[in-house]
C-alpha cells in the first residue's frame, strides 16, 4: 500500500510549484490559458490542504464541502484553459460555470455524507474524460507526451468512476463490503495521476511553442513557403538522411520574369499577389516531395532529393508551363505571367546545398539571357542560342 501522507506531501509540493511554473509564464507572455493552468494547479493543492485540516480542526464545511469545491474547480480550470490554448476567439464557458454552481448547491445537504462524497467523484469522471477529449482533438508536437496525458486523464476518469461505484454500493446496500482500503488506493493514485498530468502539461505546451517560434522563424510570411535560412536547415537535415546518402539531388532555382515591371506599372500589392500566386503553384506541386522556398525577393528555391536531372528538369518545365498558361488578375486586370529557372544535379555528398544553388544560378541566368520563360540545364549558352 502506497504511504498517503508522502504521496499528499509530495503532490502538494509538485502541484504548487508547477502552477508558480505556469503562474510565471503567464506573467512573461500574457496568455490566459498559463494563469488558468496555474491556478489549476495550485486550486489542487490547496484542496489537498483544505482535506488533510480534518486532522486538526472538526470543520466539516471547511474539510469536506470547500476541499470537495476546490477539487472540482481543478479540472474545470484546466477545461478553460485548454479551450483558451486552443482557440483564439471567446468562448461560451456558461455551461460548466453553472455546473459549478449546481454542483456547489446540490453538495450543501450531504457534503458531510458519502453521498457527497460520491456525487464529487462522479463529476470529476466526467471533468477528466472531457479533458482528455479535447487533449485528444488538438494538435501537439509532442505526440508520446500526447498521448501519457490523455491515458492519465483517462485513467483518472475510470478510477473516479469505480469510486462513485463503491461508494453508491456502500451508501445502498445494508450489508455492504468495507472498502477504506481500495478507496486510499485510488485516492493515492488520483493525486499521483494529477500530479503526474501536471508535470506532463507543461511539457507538451512547451514543445507547441517552441515549434510555433522555429516554423516563424523559419517560414516567409507572404508566400508562406520556407525561407532562406529555413530552405537551409531543411535542405542539410534532408541529405544527411541515411536513406538519401549516395543518390542523385537537384535543385531548381527559379526567377519570375520581368517582375520589376509588374511592380513599377501595377504597384507593390500586385507583386506581393503575383509572389503569393506563383507559391502556390510550387506549393501544389512539390508539396510532397521537395522542400520548397521563397530565397530573394522574386526568386524561389526547390530541393528535390533522389531526384536525376531529367526528373528535375521534367517536373521543373511542368511548374513553368502551368505559370505560363494560367491567368492572372490583380483588381480586375490580366497581367502575363512566366518564369525561368535553371537545374542543377550532383550525387549526395559530391556538392553542398550552396554549390548547388550556385550551378543552378548560372543555368537561370543563362535562361534569362537567352529569352526567358523556359527551363535551363545545361552551361553552354551557344547550345541555347542554336535552339
Known sequence: MLHLPTVISLSFILNVLIGLFFLSVHNFKKQTSFLLFGLACITFAFAELLACLKLVIDAPFITHYLADIFILLSPLLIIIGLNKYKHSKALNLKPLYCLLGLTGVALLP???????????????????????????????????????????????????????????????????????????????????????????????????????????????????????????????????????????????????????????????????????????????????????????????????????????????????????????????????LSVSAGVSNAINGNATIKELLAYADKRLYLAKETGRDKVVTFDEKNLLTKS
Open 110 to 336: 450531504i457534503y458531510s455524507d458519502p453521498a457527497g462524497q460520491m456525487l464529487t467523484s462522479l463529476i470529476i469522471s466526467v471533468l477528466y474524460l472531457y479533458s482528455a477529449y479535447i487533449i485528444k482533438q488538438m494538435n501537439f508536437v509532442a505526440t508520446l507526451q500526447k498521448k501519457a496525458l490523455i491515458v492519465c486523464f483517462s485513467i483518472h476518469s475510470i478510477l473516479m468512476l469505480i469510486q462513485t461505484t463503491l461508494l453508491a454500493i456502500s451508501i445502498f446496500s445494508i450489508n455492504s463490503p468495507n472498502y477504506i482500503e481500495p478507496l486510499q488506493l485510488i485516492l493515492s493514485s488520483h493525486l499521483i495521476l494529477a500530479t503526474c498530468s501536471a508535470l506532463i502539461l507543461p511539457y507538451l505546451l512547451a514543445s507547441n511553442t517552441e515549434h510555433t517560434l522555429s516554423s516563424l522563424a523559419n517560414t516567409d510570411t507572404l508566400s508562406q513557403l520556407l525561407n532562406r535560412r529555413g530552405f537551409f536547415t531543411k535542405s542539410k537535415e534532408a541529405l544527411s538522411d541515411p536513406k538519401n546518402i549516395y543518390k542523385h539531388v537537384s535543385v531548381i532555382l527559379l526567377d519570375i520574369d520581368f517582375f520589376k515591371r509588374v511592380n513599377d506599372q501595377f504597384g507593390h500589392e500586385a507583386g506581393d499577389h503575383a509572389i503569393k500566386w506563383i507559391s502556390h503553384f510550387i506549393k501544389e506541386q512539390f508539396l510532397n516531395v521537395g522542400i520548397s522556398a521563397r530565397i530573394g525577393g522574386e526568386e524561389f528555391a526547390i530541393l528535390l532529393p533522389d531526384y536525376t536531372l531529367s526528373a528535375a528538369k521534367s517536373d521543373a518545365e511542368l511548374l513553368r508551363k502551368n505559370i505560363s498558361t494560367q491567368a492572372f488578375y490583380h483588381e480586375n486586370q490580366h497581367i502575363k
